[in-house]
């Protein structure tokens, strides 16, 4: 009974220590785990362009809905206050003080550009990036030359949504930081919500 009972005090501690050598999962891994149980995600951002040449630095701050992948609310407060509203192939962009909606079709290459890419979805990253993991930032680098961005960087979360910060670098050397706080997830966002509802006597610019 004693060389039972050490037999199997040995078969444990081999498991534990299987366990504990096996590889902890990429931030590319968790992202993608993650996303997969999400209906809807909203919050609010912070974001901080930087324009180089002009030694110029701007912030902005507002609120954001999303359902993956094609509906999406954000929504820029302040003086400048703008929205812009995706839903399925179409994309308007509201801009309060003009009291003006410019209507078209989206361009996915354009998205792809802006960090609004990865917070609609991951199903194509690794398709039209080389990513790379070091000092816990996941950095995502363009395939295609043409692309106007030099790579993003990812800095994920320990929270239910996994992404705390993306920051965009371009070929000019400007960057976009835009920082998440109070997510959500599966709130049971309505669509409805992500329909633009034009203000009495807007202007509608439908290109």
């Not at 410019?102 to 354009?110: F, G, L, T, W």
């Not at 239910?160 to 109070?182: H, R």
């Amino acid at each position: 009974m004693r060389r039972f009972h050490a037999l199997s005090a040995i078969m444990l501690s081999l498991a534990l220590l299987l366990i504990g050598a096996a590889p902890a999962a990429t931030i590319f891994e968790r992202i993608t785990s993650a996303y997969s149980t999400f209906k809807d995600i909203s919050g609010r951002f912070s974001q901080v362009s930087k324009i180089k040449e002009l030694n110029k630095e701007m912030a902005y701050e507002g609120a954001f809905r999303l359902k993956p992948p094609s509906k999406m609310s954000w929504k820029y407060e302040g003086d400048n206050e703008q929205e812009v509203f995706i839903n399925g192939d179409a994309i308007t962009i509201y801009k309060k003080k003009l009291n003006q909606a410019v209507r078209s079709n989206i361009d996915e290459a354009a998205i792809a550009q802006t960090p609004l890419a990865l917070l609609r979805g991951i199903a194509d990253i690794e398709r039209d990036y080389d990513v790379t993991e070091k000092n816990n930032v996941m950095r995502l680098t363009p395939k295609n030359s043409s692309n106007k961005v030099k790579y993003f960087d990812v800095y994920p979360s320990k929270d239910a949504f996994p992404i705390k910060k993306i920051v965009l670098f371009d070929n000019n050397d400007n960057t976009v930081e835009i920082t998440l706080q109070g997510v959500k997830t599966n709130s049971g966002l309505s669509d409805e919500l992500f329909i633009f509802t034009p203000p009495k006597d807007a202007e509608i610019i439908n290109n």
